[in-house]
């Protein structure tokens, strides 16, 4: 019954001697009120000499029922012990059970049953569909991973690109302010030190210009000594260098600017540079 705790083997061998006690008292107690009756019924019998024989041999049957009974009461008692051994079922007539075998179906040699057999073949069918299903899913997740690693990287190289072009006409309207200063700066004659300290905060100011352009992907250009490229350089002259080599640039009269977003390789020539470049004889 649910809710009420199973006893002990100890108390289970008590509880089947108290009921194997019970029993046997209980047919000795009906052996001898059969008995008795059955004396009280013959001292009748004997007083009234005119019975009929047949209502004299009643009495033989009631004896008989009695020890009848008395028997059959001590015939049960085996059986009730042995019924209760048998519900005490072992670990492997459960796994039997579980796998739809029983102790009866179980093999002289201990082995499983076609119907055990049969039900573990399908468990193990089950569980290979199951692994085979997870590892799907398994791939299925990797791989959604990787998409959105993927589509992270690319939102943000297009985020990046897509702030760089829209600063594009900012800084192009901001380029000559760059050139006079860069002028300005070739052609000062710096002698007092209030001087100096004016040009520092010129200095001080340009660095945080083109520092928030570079944020952008803006920056300057590096020509001299870079062989003549037309996409990045506008050749103004030619004029003999033993410096540098032929075709090679070797003078720059004006900044060139590109815009090369975080995380891409593609540049975008904003303005070319102004160069001269060389027409030999170059280094011996």
Known sequence: MPGVPCPARGQRK????????LLISLAADMTFLFGTAQSQQIARLSARPSLKAQERGSCGHLGMSAVAGSLALLSVMPAFVSGSRARR?????????????DKEEQKDDGELSEAARANIEKLQEEIATLKEHANDKRGAKERLELEVKNFRART???????????????????????DEFELAK??????TENQKAIVANFDALYEKMTAS??????EKLQCIGEE?????????????????????????????????????????????????????????
């Open 14 to 21: 008590v509880i089947m001697l108290i009921s194997s006690a």
């Open 89 to 101: 079922s072992s670990p492997s007539a459960t796994v039997l059970r579980f796998f739809g075998g």
């Open 156 to 178: 943000r190289a297009e985020l990046a690109a897509a702030r760089g072009k829209a600063a594009v006409p900012l800084v192009k309207e901001l380029l000559p302010i760059a």
């Open 186 to 191: 070739k052609n000062l004659k710096i002698e």
């Open 213 to 218: 352009w570079k944020s952008l992907g803006v």
């Open 228 to 284: 003549f490229n037309p996409e990045l350089h506008e050749a103004v002259s030619m004029i003999p260098s033993g410096d540098y080599k032929e075709d090679f640039v070797c003078a720059e009269l004006r900044s060139g600017w590109a815009l090369k977003a975080p995380g891409s390789d593609q540049v975008q020539v904003l303005r070319p540079s102004l160069v001269c470049v060389s027409a030999g004889p170059g280094p011996s």
